[in-house]
Each structure stands twice: as C-alpha cells, then as structure tokens.
C-alpha cells in the first residue's frame, strides 16, 4: 500500500505543477508589463488546466474503483478527494484569473497604484502554491507551519489595497471591480495552497 499511496502522492504533485504553471502564466498576462503576450500566456495556461479538471475526475473514479473496498486504500480515497479538491479550486482560479487577464486587454492595463500591491499580493500567493506543490512530493509539518500564515498575509495586502482603494476614491470603478475580484482570487489560493500542503502532511504521517 505504501508505494501505491506514493504513486498517488506523485500524480497529485504532478497536477500541482501543472496548476502552478497555469497561475504563473495567468498573472504574467494580467499584471505584467504592457509587452507581455497576453494571449501566448493564457492559451499556454489553458492548455495546463484544461486537461487537469478529467485527470482529477478520473483519478477519483479510480480509486473509489479499486481501493474503496480495501481499508489499506482508503487513505488515497481521502487524499483525492481533499488534495484533488484543492487543485481543482486552484485550477478554477486560475481560468478566473485568465478572464479577467482577458478583459484588460481590452480596458488597458492596471494603474500602477492598482498593479503594485496586486503585484506583492500575487507573488505572496504564486509562492505558497510553489511551495505546497513541492510539499506533495515532500510532506512536512514543517512546511505547513511554513505557509500557515499565508492566508492571513494574504488577507493583509488585502487590506491594505481596499482602504488604498476607498482612500484615494479616484480609481476607475471597472479598475477598481477587476482589482478586487483578483485580489479575491489570489486569496482563495492562498487559502488552498495552505490546505493541500497540510492534508499531505496528514496522510504523510497516517499509518
């Protein structure tokens, strides 16, 4: 059961690289600079996600298939459903951050008092999911204990992004709804980044 539960553990770490690529791409082609290939980034992005959400599917049905039967394989059931679940909320936010990458083609890109804290928001986050990617390979408490303040950190350049946005009060209102809901994507990353390093940590250390 060991190995099949590290070939798990492999697939699930593979996704998350692919998930991780698809973010980065995305971001690039929102908040990058104005040379950026918006639409090079986004289809490479798609092509990353696109074939994770059935890989998922499948991998669940699998296993429900052949180990829901067995004691020694209900560890991977767990393991699908809550690290999978994360990768595919990952996965959805990045297809919400490629439409709205999408739509500022068209309205231009951010102003630079939008795109700096946006820009120190997603690298915050673009980290946290690096690195609870590589924690699928590696479980850890010590990496958990690594991004466990991520979210909330996350949630700080937030903060400091709206009372920068009701502040100044100047800020194009399509700017200001396209900011808001990207900091709310980053966030929820962050927030799933955190949960698939944790729960492999768990089933790391499950007998």
Same mark, same amino acid.
């Given at each position: &059961? ?15 690289? !692919?998930?991780?690529?698809? !973010?980065? =791409? ?15 980034? +986004?289809? #490479? ?17 699998? *296993? ?9 394989? +209900? ?52 980290? &946290? ?6 924690? !699928? ?9 690594? !991004? ?21 009060? #100047? ?8 900011? *808001?809901?990207?900091? #709310? ?12 390093? =944790? ?9």
């Amino acid at each position: &059961m060991a190995h099949t539960h590290a070939r798990t553990c492999e697939r699930l770490a593979d996704q998350a690289d !692919l998930v991780t690529e698809a !973010l980065r =791409r995305v971001t690039e082609a929102v908040l990058g600079s104005p040379a950026v290939e918006v639409g090079r980034e +986004l289809e #490479a992005a798609e092509r990353a996600v696109r074939p994770l959400f059935e890989d998922l599917e499948d991998d669940l049905t699998v *296993v429900l298939a052949v180990e829901g039967t067995r004691p020694q394989g +209900l560890r991977d059931v767990v393991a699908e459903i809550h690290i999978g679940g994360d990768l595919r909320h990952l996965a959805d936010q990045a297809r919400q951050i490629g439409e709205i990458a999408s739509a500022r083609r068209v309205r231009g890109p951010f102003p630079e008092e939008l795109r700096t804290p946006l820009g120190g928001l997603a690298d915050l986050v673009l980290g &946290m999911v690096t690195l609870a990617a590589a924690a !699928l390979r590696e479980p850890s408490a010590a990496t958990v204990a690594d !991004l466990h303040d991520g979210p909330n950190a996350a949630a700080q350049r937030q903060r400091l992004l709206y009372e920068r946005i009701i502040r100044e009060g #100047a800020t194009d209102p399509t700017d200001v709804l396209d900011a *808001v809901l990207l900091a #709310a994507s980053f966030a929820r990353c962050a927030h799933h980044a955190l949960s698939a390093a =944790r729960f492999a940590a768990l089933f790391a250390e499950s007998p």
